[in-house]
């Protein structure tokens, strides 16, 4: 499954269902359910600028969304105007693309890993990790939380 690496806060405000647009230098093609990374390093000045002060995961993979559609920004101007879909600070810089998001959801239990660079696909596969009775539980755990008991 695609992942995306995206900094604290805004990964958490994505699978809370608050954040819609992704700020982005580079556009995608691709469309669809992918993972949401939470990288190690909190973007603090931006949690102080939002008042999150709760603990907030990272090294790990926190939840999952939809990209349904990729805006092209012409101007800061159109950014600023969606500032209350990305949360992102006035200092916009070269940020020409919005991923369109939908359908955040937290996974319930954070699986720890190592972010990178741009869409990168992760195989939950139980050999990366030893005690592969810990894998199952998560995976099972979540079908049941999302597919079972949440519809």
Known sequence: MKC?????????LIISGKKTIELRKWNTNFRGEFLIHAPIKIRIEDCKRLKITKKLVT???????????????????????DQKFHFASKNFQDKTFGFKIKNGKPL?????????????????????????????DIID?????QWIGHH
């Open 59 to 81: 090294g790990a993979i926190i939840g999952k969304a939809e990209l349904y559609d990729v805006k092209k920004y012409n101007s800061s101007k159109e950014v600023k105007n």
């Open 108 to 136: 319930r239990i954070p699986i720890l890993w190592k972010g990178q660079l741009g869409f990168f696909d992760v195989e939950l596969s139980k050999a990366r990790i030893k005690n592969k009775d810990i894998v199952t």
């Open 4 to 12: 995306l690496s995206i900094s604290q806060p805004f990964a958490d």
């Open 141 to 145: 755990e979540e079908y049941r939380y």
